[in-house]
T-cell receptor, first 112, second 110 residues
Framework: NAGVTQTPKFRVLKTGQSMTLLCAQD?????MYWYRQDPGMGLRLIHY???????AKGEVPDGYNVSRLKKQNFLLGLESAAPSQTSVYFC???????????FGPGTRLTVT | TQLLEQSPQFLSIQEGENLTVYCNSS?????LQWYRQEPGEGPVLLVT?????EVKKLKRLTFQFGDARKDSSLHITAAQPGDTGLYLC??????????FGAGTQVVVTP
């Protein structure tokens, strides 16, 4: 039981490049979330999904897109990376809206 | 927009000392969760409090929820180096969305 896994762990992009971050969970959770963490600002919600095939915007969705084609996977895409997207990205999943969220180990992204 | 403020931002203490960190909200919490995050890892849930005035204990950690459900505190008794980490409070919203405070970085030195 791996819980929540994220790939890659580290990535450096140049401005304008694109990439996809993959989140996978093996707990059969319905809900999945993408957050970013910046120094002094805690974690902020980017997008979330309450079930396979559904996605919704969070607090800071601009510049990101997501897809939930399979229940166990939640993908975060950056179409044209900007230095402001340099951050640590965390994925989380839960079985319900009042339940504990389980976080992955994070992806450290640097955009130069 | 709800604002969550955590204080202090940073706390450094010696092993065996006690510490308290605080979380205050500009509006009433739906329910409050406390997480601990260690370097290079994601946050891990410590406790969820829902009822005003509620007190929960987890070994050496004591969590209090204010009567008006707008503030909370986390008290650690006889801190150990393993308590080192970033302590985050978060309010839960519809669909389980979490709004986090900026966190309190706690360092416990042997």
């Amino acid at each position: 039981n791996a819980g929540v896994t994220q790939t890659p762990k580290f990535r450096v992009l140049k401005t304008g490049q694109s990439m996809t971050l993959l989140c996978a969970q093996d707990m059969n959770h319905e809900y999945m979330y993408w957050y970013r963490q910046d120094p002094g600002m805690g974690l902020r919600l980017i997008h979330y999904s309450v079930g396979e095939g559904t996605t919704a915007k969070g607090e800071v969705p601009d510049g990101y897109n997501v897809s939930r084609l399979k229940k166990q996977n939640f993908l975060l895409g950056l179409e044209s990376a900007a230095p402001s997207q340099t951050s640590v990205y965390f994925c989380a999943s839960s079985s319900g809206d009042v339940d504990e969220q389980y976080f992955g180990p994070g992806t450290r992204l640097t955009v130069t | 927009t709800q604002l969550l403020e955590q204080s202090p931002q940073f706390l450094s203490i010696q092993e065996g000392e006690n510490l308290t960190v605080y979380c205050n909200s500009s509006s009433v919490f739906s329910s409050l969760q406390w997480y601990r995050q260690e370097p290079g890892e994601g946050p891990v849930l410590l406790v969820t409090v829902v009822t005003g005035g509620e007190v929960k204990k987890l070994k050496r950690l004591t969590f209090q929820f204010g009567d008006a459900r707008k503030d909370s505190s986390l008290h650690i008794t006889a801190a150990q180096p393993g308590d080192t980490g970033l302590y985050l409070c978060a309010d839960t919203d519809s669909w389980g969305k979490l709004q986090f405070g900026a966190g309190t970085q706690v360092v416990v030195t042997p």
